[in-house]
């Protein structure tokens, strides 16, 4: 089944623990990016991807590290999480050059950083 | 810059129509579609490239008007199925080009009553 595959799907953390949520695509697509969600705010992208070892940052990519190493993965890193960091984070991926084609979204990871 | 979407809200009964409406500050590539039941990932409903195309899926469709960077999306005979958060997402280009970066609106929330 082609699929975006986020882990964890539930985050309980304490501030300052580095942690990792993972993200995973079957579909050899090319594009792939991070959206946090927050109440009122909508889908606001973290960092996006165009290709295999090119990143670049959305618009609210402060606190946040990637790495696309391999075109199927693509990890978010929180090295030093805080409180403001607490919400619903979405990957998502699409097929061909940049972003015209339809994205295809994980199923989201609830954080909450104490 | 995140694109503006109206209303906010939406409250139908089943059978009545309504309409999104979606506009931007910046000259559009493309616009996209996406409808988000509570607790669920966003999923695409359709994309519309610059050059005033409108598209259709079933009763829902959409238009896009690249001189006024507005988008509308129409839902016509609403079903119980259609509530949910409607999110249009922006990219910005020129030329034919990309710039691979998708920016979504604040989303509007539409509920259809029996």
């Known amino acids: 089944e082609a699929q975006v595959t986020q882990n964890p799907r539930y985050l309980i953390t304490v501030t300052g623990k580095k942690l990792t949520v993972t993200c995973s695509q079957n579909?050899?697509?090319?594009?792939m990016s991070w959206y946090r969600q927050d109440p009122g705010l909508g889908l606001r992208q973290i960092y996006y991807?165009?290709?295999?070892?090119?990143?670049d940052k959305g618009d609210v990519p402060e606190g946040y590290k990637v790495s696309r190493k391999e075109k199927r993965n693509f990890p978010l890193i929180l090295e030093s999480p805080s409180p403001n960091q607490t919400s619903l984070y979405f990957c998502?991926?699409?097929?061909?050059?940049?972003?015209?084609?339809?994205?295809?979204f994980g199923s989201g990871t609830r954080l909450t950083v104490v | 810059q995140q694109p503006v979407q109206s209303p906010q809200a939406v409250i139908l009964r089943e059978g009545e129509d309504a309409v999104i409406n979606c506009s931007s500050s910046?000259?559009?590539?493309?616009v996209h579609w996406y409808r988000q039941k509570h607790g669920e990932a966003p999923i695409f409903l359709m994309i519309?490239?610059?050059?005033?195309e409108q598209k259709g899926h079933d009763k829902i469709s959409a238009s896009f008007n690249e001189k006024k960077q507005q988008s509308s999306l129409y839902l016509t005979a609403s079903q119980l199925s259609y509530s949910g958060t409607y999110f249009c997402?922006?990219?910005?280009?020129?030329?034919?080009?990309?710039?691979?970066?998708?920016?979504f609106g604040q989303g509007t929330i539409l509920t259809v009553h029996p």
């Open positions: 998502a991926s699409s097929s061909g050059q940049g972003a015209s084609y339809g994205y295809t």
């Open positions: 579909m050899n697509h090319e594009y």
């Open positions: 991807s165009m290709n295999v070892e090119v990143t």
């Open positions: 910046k000259a559009l590539y493309s």
């Open positions: 519309l490239l610059k050059g005033g």
């Open positions: 997402g922006t990219e910005a280009g020129a030329g034919g080009t990309s710039y691979g970066k998708l920016t």
